[in-house]
């Protein structure tokens, strides 16, 4: 069955959601099945998508929604809130 989760995520890293930050996303992101996208000033991307990541050009503060579609869809929406939460582990 697959399930449907959107939930939304503020980006607390300093220089936003720049290329280290970005890397762990997909990490995170591509170890589920679900279908994931992130939504940003009107541009869709895929979560597993590096490039399309980079492309939002999101800033420190920025609301991004997640949707996942999928099996693992709710722990994969759980998984990227909580990263956000920890920096997407990065430290300056």
């Not at 762990?24 to 591509?30: D, N, P, T």
């Not at 895929?46 to 990541?53: E, M, Y």
């Not at 996942?68 to 869809?73: L, P, S, T, V, Y």
Request: glycine share 4%.
């Amino acid at each position: 069955m697959n399930k449907k989760i959107k939930a939304v995520f503020t980006i607390l890293n300093d220089k936003g959601l720049h290329t280290r930050p970005s890397t762990e996303l997909v990490k995170c992101a591509s170890s589920f099945r679900s279908h994931i996208q992130l939504y940003y000033r009107n541009q869709i991307v895929n979560a597993k998508s590096l490039l399309g990541i980079l492309m939002l050009a999101a800033t420190k503060g920025s609301k991004i929604t997640i949707e996942a579609i999928g099996e693992d869809a709710e722990r994969a929406v759980y998984s990227i809130i909580k990263l956000s939460k920890m920096k997407f582990n990065i430290k300056y």
